[in-house]
């Protein structure tokens, strides 16, 4: 019945259960948290690492000695320019204020998202299943097209780029320095089980963006009564504030922590709930509220308070996460750490749906269509570009200064030695 | 509770072998096939397919040639149990008779099915 008590996959087993329960890469030589290796959170995660049997380095750190001899920080620019000396690293990143972008999430913030063709017969051929294996050593997320850190191109088409990307394309010393620190079913208070596994150094790194979007395990869970298991407003404060505290002693100064606050949830219930499920798609016969009910009976709904007919369970779930979040903009307002900058931002789904109406789309084209839950890569997408607009408006400190220099970077290291 | 995972994984498998009979037109067994022969090897994932088939196929075989959909399948194959006390959990609309019949005439057709006395975890 487990296939990990086969003696001879016992300890790879072991190892790998250790990889994901720490949160850190399976396969990392150097133990410096970065990984060579695509899934078992390597670089679908993190920036790939350019030498792993060094621990010094890594993406994200301030270059040792220009990198005149290696690229200690895996941005791809290193070397001398012949013309004149100059290291380049020194020519082109000086000053050019470098950040990376971490991200502690939840399966939202880390794309879980169960493939529709792997549940829906009519679609179901030879190649339906070919990405399967690598899902699932990812726990079946896509950080690597994640709205935050993803660093591939969209797989819907959608225009829109990655906050990574973006930064990347801001500045492009920053390439690499992304970390995807987020957990399927992470909330406020289980975070510190994995933020261990967030690799900055006050002394050797660039500053950092962190963003905090625990945005639904803590009014979100399957029992029977979800509301007495839901955060408090004064347990979320001490737990964001423990958060900060571990923030604040690893992150270099000029780092910020942006909050995202907690979404309303009663969209799902309102466009989801007489549509049919890709199981139901071939003989009309399951419509999600079917769904919500079958995992709702078995205690493994993914959010009972959203996911729910009773209209006065999903009114208190939202009333609760409006709590919340006015408790993370509270913390952003009032808070002060030397090394950080704090900021509030609202979960502007709102927002991104009228935009996808703009563009003739329907409200439930936004929802994961296995799950009826998670904000799907579109959603994702169009709230990195909401993010960027109102963080460059209102606090582009944040993201440091535009790189002039970004032309020239392109034309001498081309793609960088990709991500 | 510990095999309401099991649950879904076991009606949303059942789910998809069903519908994948009847948009193929083929028989449970040869759908069955079909389906392990779509996954890849990496992850044991081919072989895993091949031997739940093997295990369970026969009794799934039966059970949805008499027309039971995946929530009785599931049920009658123990990987979905109703607790004492709580609601008989289902996806699709319930049967036409009682949930009690309809369980009863399903768990005739597998009696004695040595897969009944396997594991459901993992």
Not at chain 1, 222 to 241: F, I, N
């Amino acid at each position: 019945s487990d296939i990990c008590s086969l003696p001879f996959l016992a300890k790879i087993c072991q190892e790998i259960k250790l990889a994901i329960q720490n949160s850190v890469p399976f396969k990392d030589a150097d133990s410096d948290k970065y990984s060579v290796f695509s899934a078992l959170r390597g670089y679908h995660w993190r920036g790939r690492d350019c030498n792993d049997s060094d621990a010094t380095v890594y993406p994200g750190r301030r270059p040792d000695n220009w990198d005149a001899h290696r690229d200690s920080n895996c941005n791809g620019i290193w070397g001398v320019d012949p013309s004149d000396g100059i290291p380049y690293e020194k020519k082109f990143c000086e000053g050019s204020q470098p950040r990376g972008i971490v991200l502690l999430g939840d399966s939202f913030g880390a794309h879980f998202h169960i493939a529709p063709e792997w549940v829906t017969a009519a679609q179901m051929s030879l190649n339906s299943f070919f990405n399967l294996p690598t899902a699932l050593a990812d726990e079946l997320d896509w950080p690597q097209v994640s709205g935050v850190t993803g660093f591939l191109s969209s797989m819907s088409g959608i225009k829109e780029k990655s906050i990574y990307r973006r930064l990347r394309e801001r500045n492009r010393c920053n390439h690499r320095d992304y970390q995807n620190i987020s957990r399927n079913g992470a909330s406020s208070q289980n975070l510190k089980q994995f933020i261990e596994s967030l690799s900055r150094s006050k002394l050797w790194d660039h500053p950092a963006v962190v963003i905090y979007a625990m945005i639904g395990n803590d009014v979100c869970n399957g029992k029977r009564d979800p509301v007495p298991a839901m955060t408090t407003p004064e347990k979320l404060y001490s737990h964001v504030m423990q958060t900060l505290q571990q923030l604040h002693s690893h992150l270099p100064n000029g780092s910020s922590v942006i909050f995202y606050g907690l979404p309303d949830g009663t969209f799902l219930w309102d466009n989801l709930h007489s549509r049919y499920h890709p199981l139901g798609q071939l003989n009309r016969d399951v419509t999600y509220a079917q769904l919500y009910a079958f995992l709702n009976c078995l205690q493994v709904s993914p959010c009972h308070g959203w996911m729910s007919s009773n209209k006065t369970l999903r009114a208190l779930t939202s009333e609760r996460a409006k709590q919340l979040s006015k408790t993370l903009e509270r913390i952003a307002d009032s808070e002060r750490f030397t090394n950080l900058n704090l900021f509030y931002m609202d979960f502007a789904f709102q927002e991104i749906t009228e935009e996808w109406r703009k563009r003739g789309g329907q409200p439930w084209q936004l929802i994961e269509p296995v799950d009826g839950f998670h904000p799907n890569e579109v959603a994702s997408l169009l709230l990195a570009d909401h993010f960027w607009r109102k963080v460059q408006l209102q606090w582009p400190q944040v993201l440091g200064k535009e790189n002039p220099f970004n032309p020239q970077i392109e034309k001498v290291f081309g793609d960088q030695g990709g991500h | 509770p510990s095999n309401s995972h099991t649950c879904v994984g076991c009606v949303l498998v059942v789910s998809v072998l069903e519908q994948l009979a009847q948009v193929h037109n083929s028989t449970v067994q040869a759908t069955m096939e079909r389906l392990c022969r779509y996954l890849p090897e990496k992850l044991f994932l081919k072989t895993t397919c091949y031997l739940v088939i093997q295990m369970f196929g026969p009794d799934i075989v039966k059970l949805l040639t008499a027309g039971m959909n995946a929530d009785v399948v599931c049920h009658t194959l123990e990987f979905c149990k109703q607790d004492a006390g709580q609601p008989l959990c289902h996806l699709y609309a319930p049967p036409k008779e009682p949930w009690r019949q309809t369980l009863e005439k399903a768990r005739q057709l597998v009696e004695k099915s040595p897969a009944l006395k396997r594991p459901r975890s993992g």
